[in-house]
């Protein structure tokens, strides 16, 4: 268990609930991928910019330079969001639930009954090294994240709940962990 995370976690813990595990996202992937395109797009931009063109085709590469170096803001802009969530995020799992603490300036606790996964209200999935909890007939509906949002809580006005942890360095064993505490809730 990662004693900061327990730290974070602890204080939400209802009477007789005991926590099994916790922890926080460990993959730098993600970001790796946000800087890549970051870099890909600003040097389009330079490109763009730095080539010896006719008129008519320098105003137009002027533009869109303009326009690049635009969504490189954007880019560099979300990459930070993305990366305070992911610095500011854990989680728990408990004998009763699933616990995800995150948020951009003050944390917000979501508890997740196990105790659902018995019925058809919510479905577990493992996915590399994620794992999702959603309602069963939404799984296709939904993308697999919303820039400058918080990666692990959809959005309320985004439709039915879903919830991820995301980047997780043994997802098999916390997926396993939430599946046999549901089974012990039957």
């Known amino acids: 268990m990662d004693p900061e995370a327990a730290a974070v976690i602890t204080p939400h813990l209802l009477a007789r609930e005991k926590l099994i595990w916790c922890g926080r996202p460990h993959d730098p992937t993600a970001l790796r991928w946000r800087a890549g395109a970051v870099v890909l797009v600003g040097a389009a931009a330079l490109v763009m910019h730095s080539l010896p063109l006719d008129s008519s085709l320098a105003e137009r590469a002027d533009a ?11 880019l560099i802009a979300e ?45 577990a999935r493992r996915i590399n090294k994620h794992i999702e909890l959603r309602a069963p007939s939404e799984q296709m509906l939904q993308p697999p994240y919303l820039p400058f949002t918080n990666p692990s809580v959809l959005p309320d006005w985004f439709g039915p709940e879903c919830y991820r942890l995301i980047a997780l360095a043994d997802a098999r064993r916390v997926y396993d962990l939430i599946v046999e505490s549901a089974h012990e809730l039957e």
Do not use: K
């Open 79 to 123: 990459a930070i969001v993305f990366h305070r969530y992911l610095s500011n995020t854990f989680y728990g799992v408990t004998n009763q639930r699933v616990i995800i603490v995150s948020g951009l300036r003050e944390p917000e606790m979501v508890g997740v009954l196990i105790d659902r996964l018995n019925t058809p209200q919510l479905t």
């Open 64 to 74: 869109n330079s303009i326009l690049l170096a635009g969504l490189v803001g954007v």
